[in-house]
C-alpha cells in the first residue's frame, strides 16, 4: 500500500487542480473508518417535519411523487423553509450580472424528502425507489430551467451531522443560482483546455485501469485521479452527455443502481461515514461549441477528516489515501 | 439587523469570488456563539510532546527563541513529525512545473510552537511575545526563499478540534510549497484586474467604512465586504506590501498587538471558537511588474458552523450574517 511512498503532487484534467498525496499523514486505508456518529441528532428522535402525516410543518410543496398520491407518498419536492435564496426578488438582468459587486440573492432553494419515513436512508431504498429521487431532481431542474436568470442548479445531499446534515430524516437539496459558480466556471475552463490540446473530452477520456471501482451498463464509478478527499468516488456517464437533466428512465434506474452500491461499499467499509454527494453539471445555458467539452458526474466524499488552516489558505488539499489504493479496497468490499 | 434584508450575492476585488448573504438562515449576530468545545482531546491533559522538557519526543528543531536559551525557550520551530511534503525529494526543475500532472512531493512542512507551557494559548502572550512568534514566520521564511523550487510559503493555525487542530499545544504551521497554489494565484489574477481597471491596490483601497472593526499605527482590522464565513477577520497593512516577511521588528509589535486585540474580541464575542488564521501573502518569485497589486494580509476565520454538500459542488459559500453588522459587533466588544 501507499506506506512507503513518497508524496506526489497531482494535477486532473477536470478541474487543474493540484492535491497532495502525502502518505506519511496516513492511517492504513483499510484502517480508515469514521469515528463520528452520522446523526447525532437524531438518536431518540423517530419522527420530524418531513414524515408523512407532517405535511402541515413544512414549507409549501412544490409536487410530490406518484403526483396522484395522497397519504402514501413516496417523495416530496418541497420549498426549503430557511432558503438561501429568494424566489420573490426581482431576477438580476443578465447585464448585470457581468460587472457589479453586489446583486439580489435571487434563485430557489428547495429540499427532496426522499423518503416518507424517518428512519430509512438512501441507501435503504431499493434501485428503482433511488432512480425515482434522480428523476424527481430532473423533473424540478427542468421546472427551474424556465426561468431566464437561473444559470446554473446545484443538486447535493448531507448525510449526517459532520457532513453538514442538520436534519436526519433522509432528504437532499436543489439550489438554483443566478450565476455560474466558481466550481463550474473553473471545471469548464479546465475542460475546455483539455479540449483543445487533446480533440477529446476528459471525462469520456478518464483514466479508469487501477482507479475503477464498479461498472454499469452506462456508468463507470472510480476514484478520481487527483481524488481532494480520501475514498471520493466519481460516477460518471460513460456516453458523452453535458446534463443531468437529459437522464433517461432506462439511465436513472441503472445510475440508481450503482449509486446505490457505491454508498453500501462506502458506508460498509468506512463504517457508515457522514458524506456528501454533488451533481456537477453544466451551466443551464451553454452554447453548442461548449457541448463537446461538458460531462456531468456526480461526486461523493465521504467526511473523514476535517480541513484545517492549510486547506482554508491554499485551497490546495491534503489527501493521505493514494487514489488507487482507495479503490482497490472499494472495488474488493464484500458485499454481504 | 439583517434579519429583514433580502439576500444578496456580493463579489470582493481581491477573490472574485461570489458569496451568498443569506439573512433567513440567520440566528442574531449577538447570538451567534461557538457551542463546540475547542479542545475536546485535551480536558485532561496538561502535558504534551510540544511542552518544555519534551524535546526529545519532537522532530528535529531549526531553531528556537531566545537563540542562545536552553530549557528556558519561548518559541521553537520543529520538523513535523508527520510531514505533508518531504525535504528529501529531488526537487523537481522548473521546466517540468508548467506541464505535467504529477510532481514529486518535495517541500517543508514546519510547526512553530508558541510557548513552552501546555495551557498557554496564543491570546495569554503579550502584544511582543506574539510579535516574536510573527518574527520566527519570517524568519523561517527567508531561511526557506533559499530554494529555488520552494515557489510559495503558508503560515497558518489551527485552534480547537473543530479547526483541524489534532494538538491542542499552541502553535502554528509552515509549509513550504512548490507550486503557487490556487487561492494565491487566483488573488493575484483579480488583484491584477482590478488594478488594470482602477490603476489601484485593491487593498490600499480597500472598503472601510461601515467594516472596519479596530486599527492600529500600521495596520486596519475588518470585516471583507464579501467575507466567506460569518464573522471573517481581515487585519491589512496600511502600506502597500507584497510579502510578510518584509515585516520589521516596529510593525511586528504593532501587529502582535491588534491580532491579540482581534483573537481576544472575537474570543469574548463567540465564546472561544475553534478558528483558523492564515497568511496571505505574495509568492516568493514575483516580478517587479506584479508588485503594485499583490499586498499581504491575514485572514481570520472562526469556526461557527460546517460545510455541506453546496460549498463542496459551487465553491460558492452562504453567509447569513451581513460583513457590515458583524463589524459592528465586534468593532463594540467590550475588553473587561
Ligand atoms: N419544516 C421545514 N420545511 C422545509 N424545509 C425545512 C424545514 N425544516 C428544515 N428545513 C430545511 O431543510 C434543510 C435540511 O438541510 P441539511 O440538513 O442538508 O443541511 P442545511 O441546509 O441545514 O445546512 C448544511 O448545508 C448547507 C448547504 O451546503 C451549508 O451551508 C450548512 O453549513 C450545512 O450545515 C435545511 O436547509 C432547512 O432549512
Ligand atoms: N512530536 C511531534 N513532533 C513534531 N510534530 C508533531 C509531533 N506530534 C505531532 N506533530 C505535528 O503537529 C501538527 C499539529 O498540527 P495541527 O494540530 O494544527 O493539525 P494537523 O496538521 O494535525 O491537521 C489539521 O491541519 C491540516 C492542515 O490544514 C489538515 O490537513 C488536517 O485535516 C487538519 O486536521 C500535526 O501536523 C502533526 O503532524
Known amino acids: 500500500m501507499a506506506t512507503s511512498r513518497s508524496p506526489e503532487l497531482r494535477k486532473d484534467a477536470i478541474h487543474s487542480r493540484w492535491v497532495i498525496f502525502s502518505p506519511a499523514r496516513a492511517r492504513r486505508p483499510s484502517d480508515f473508518k469514521s469515528k463520528s456518529d452520522p446523526n447525532p441528532n437524531s438518536k431518540n428522535q423517530t419522527e420530524c417535519a418531513f414524515c408523512a402525516g407532517h405535511e402541515h410543518e413544512c414549507a409549501p410543496e412544490i409536487f410530490r411523487f406518484p403526483p396522484d398520491s395522497t397519504s402514501d407518498w413516496k417523495i416530496r419536492v418541497i420549498r426549503n423553509l430557511y432558503p438561501a435564496l429568494s424566489r420573490e426578488l ?16 435571487f434563485g430557489f ?30 423533473k424540478r431542474i427542468h421546472q427551474l430551467r424556465a426561468f431566464d436568470s437561473i444559470k446554473y442548479v446545484q443538486v447535493f445531499k448531507n448525510h449526517g451531522a459532520s457532513a453538514g446534515a442538520s436534519m436526519s430524516h433522509s432528504h437532499s437539496q436543489i439550489v438554483a443560482l443566478p450565476i455560474v459558480p466558481p466550481t463550474a466556471s473553473a471545471r469548464i475552463q479546465s475542460m475546455k483546455e483539455d479540449f483543445a490540446q487533446t480533440g477529446k473530452c476528459g471525462l469520456c477520456q478518464v483514466k479508469q485501469d487501477d482507479l475503477l471501482i464498479d461498472e454499469s451498463s452506462h456508468f463507470i464509478s472510480i476514484v478520481p485521479f487527483a481524488a481532494t478527499f480520501p475514498f471520493e468516488i466519481w460516477i460518471v456517464p460513460r456516453d458523452h452527455s453535458s446534463h443531468f437533466h437529459e437522464l433517461d428512465n432506462n439511465k436513472a434506474l441503472d445510475l440508481g443502481s450503482l ?15 457522514p458524506y456528501n454527494f454533488m451533481i456537477h453539471t453544466a451551466p443551464l445555458q451553454i452554447d453548442s461549441t461548449e457541448l463537446p467539452f461538458t460531462h ?41
Chains 1, 2 share one sequence.
Open 296 to 336: 456531468w458526474f456526480i461526486q461523493i466524499v465521504p467526511q473523514l477528516s476535517g480541513v484545517g488552516g492549510f486547506e482554508l489558505g491554499t485551497g490546495c488539499y491534503i489527501n493521505p489515501v493514494f487514489p488507487e489504493d482507495a479503490a482497490k479496497v472499494l472495488r474488493e468490499v464484500l458485499i454481504p
Open 259 to 273: 449509486l446505490k452500491l457505491m454508498l453500501v461499499k462506502m458506508s460498509l467499509q468506512l463504517n457508515n461515514p
Open 90 to 105: 426581482d431576477p438580476p438582468n443578465s447585464e448585470s450580472v457581468g460587472g457589479p459587486v453586489t446583486i439580489p440573492g
Open 109 to 138: 432553494h428547495d429540499v427532496v424528502i426522499e423518503s416518507p419515513a424517518h428512519p430509512i436512508h438512501l441507501t435503504d431504498l431499493s434501485a428503482d425507489q433511488i432512480a425515482d429521487v434522480l428523476l424527481a431532481y430532473k
